[in-house]
């Protein structure tokens, strides 16, 4: 009887044990289920990367969840290759409940393949309304870009002023703008250069003005259209280099359009800021680079909080109440910078006594016509255009600067934010002594400490 007691025990607690392995199978199945439904159905993901270089930039969130009708995403490729792109394009359906993504495939649809014009794989196309674009590329860049197509109805042009050795944009040197150019193009501004002296008038079809770096005098009917355009309800960004001296080369001063800024509230001082900030010593610049880091809440440059920008061979400006316009600061140079106006000596001194010392506002925005009885003007002045060249405008926040001021000034301010990001270079630099150090302990050092960890446990068993 006590034997069957035993085994009655025994048979009971196998069953128990059998019941709660069932049981936690059963919850480990039902947990697994609910996690892939609401992976599903909440598609959320989370960016480590310092830059956030796998998420949709602040601009592109800003177009997706403002629109005001649905969007469609079209894929067109081969099924077999539509998950290189779901990863992108499900980033923007995350973004608005009006983003939709259909996926085509060109074997399978070649009718709508053929209507969208698509002759190459892995391309998208983006449908508002009746409105449809294709993107430039498979990119954050691309995709909103073609977004950016589909909302605007207009064409919108860059100009820019030509003839008094300006910066221009078909130049790929180190001074040239051929690669704010592009940026501008993926924004979806056409852009021209415009020759103010064979025709002193600036056309209606220009949506923003640039003088990009005059190094000579403007005559005086090329500041008269200039003055017109903007005074009429035009858009001009004024980008204007310190006049240097140098034995070779010289810039003028251009006191004819230095006058017309006066007269709208804003000076240019005709100074070289030098800076002794700390952080341009740790990032490899000179003094004669501005370190920006601090801005005003003006919309240019509300969004670069925390971004840092640099202003290479660049004067300090003035602002004063005209009444004729309303000027606020951008932004200003560090408590460390100070100001030469010597210029033309062979060598400029920093911590020499006549330097004004800093900080030294280097850009201004201003509104003509605040009566609001006419047409508003916009300009946008800073002391340098070395900035935006080819040779600068990949230097931290300077593109987003850029295009963030001709998106103001052509009245896009649903465009102005941190724009799709590069990818960050984030290779290790390490001199010769850390790299034999690092390969010594990865070659020798670990194996020979795997070596006698197993020895001494080997040891001790025995």
């Not at 605007?152 to 078909?170: L, N, P």
């Not at 610049?285 to 202003?311: C, M, N, R, W």
């Not at 340098?384 to 300077?398: K, M, V």
């Not at 724009?419 to 034999?436: F, G, L, N, V, W």
């Amino acid at each position: 009887m006590g034997g069957d007691f035993g085994k009655t025990r025994i048979g009971a607690r196998q069953t128990r044990y059998a019941a709660y392995a069932v049981l936690y199978t059963l919850v480990v199945i039902a947990a697994a289920v609910v996690v892939n439904v609401l992976a599903k159905r909440y598609d959320k993901s989370w960016d480590a990367t310092p830059n956030k270089r796998f998420s949709l930039s602040p601009e592109t969130a800003k177009i997706v969840k403002g629109l005001k009708q649905n969007a469609t995403i079209l894929y067109f490729d081969q099924s077999t290759h539509f998950g290189q792109a779901r990863d992108l394009l499900r980033e923007y359906a995350n973004l608005s409940p009006k983003v939709h993504v259909q996926y085509v495939d060109i074997d399978k649809d070649p009718t709508l393949t053929r209507a969208d014009g698509v002759t190459n794989f892995g391309t998208a196309v983006v449908q508002i309304g009746d409105k449809k674009e294709a993107a430039a590329s498979m990119t954050e860049e691309g995709i909103t870009g073609a977004f950016i197509r589909d909302i605007k109805t207009s064409t919108r042009t860059v100009c820019f002023v030509s003839g008094s050795g300006e910066h221009q944009t078909d130049d790929s040197g180190r001074y040239g703008l051929s690669s704010f150019k592009d940026e501008l193009g993926k924004e979806s501004y056409e852009t021209q250069t415009v020759d103010l002296i064979t025709k002193p008038e600036v056309s209606s079809d220009c949506t923003v003005l640039v003088v990009a770096g005059p190094t000579h005098d403007y005559q005086q009917p090329e500041v008269s259209a200039i003055q017109k355009y903007v005074e009429s309800g035009g858009r001009t960004m004024f980008l204007l280099d310190p006049p240097l001296q140098g034995r070779t080369s010289a810039i003028a001063a251009n006191d004819g359009l230095n006058a017309v800024l006066a007269g709208w509230g804003v000076t240019p001082e005709k100074d070289l800021v030098l800076d002794q900030s700390p952080i341009g010593q740790l990032i490899g610049v000179g003094p004669e680079v501005a370190l920006v880091t601090h801005y005003e809440s003006q919309p240019i440059v509300s969004d670069l909080k925390g971004t840092a920008t640099g202003f290479p061979i660049t004067q300090s400006l003035a602002i004063q109440s005209t009444g004729k316009a309303s000027v606020d600061k951008l932004f200003a140079s560090s408590d460390s910078s100070e100001a030469a106006t010597n210029l033309s000596g062979a060598e400029l001194r920093v911590d020499d006594p006549k330097n004004r010392k800093g900080p030294l506002t280097l850009a201004v925005a201003g509104t003509l016509g605040m009566d609001a009885t006419g047409p508003q003007g916009r300009f946008v002045v800073v002391g340098g255009a070395t900035w935006i060249t080819n040779s600068f405008l990949d230097f931290q926040g300077n593109s987003d600067l850029a295009l963030n001021a001709i998106n103001w000034l052509a009245s896009d301010e649903d465009l102005i934010s941190i724009h799709p990001k590069r990818p960050e270079d984030q290779h290790i630099a390490m001199t010769r002594s850390q790299m034999i150090l690092v390969r010594s302990v990865s070659q020798f050092g670990l194996p020979l400490l795997m070596i006698v960890l197993g020895t001494v446990i080997w040891w001790r068993r025995r």
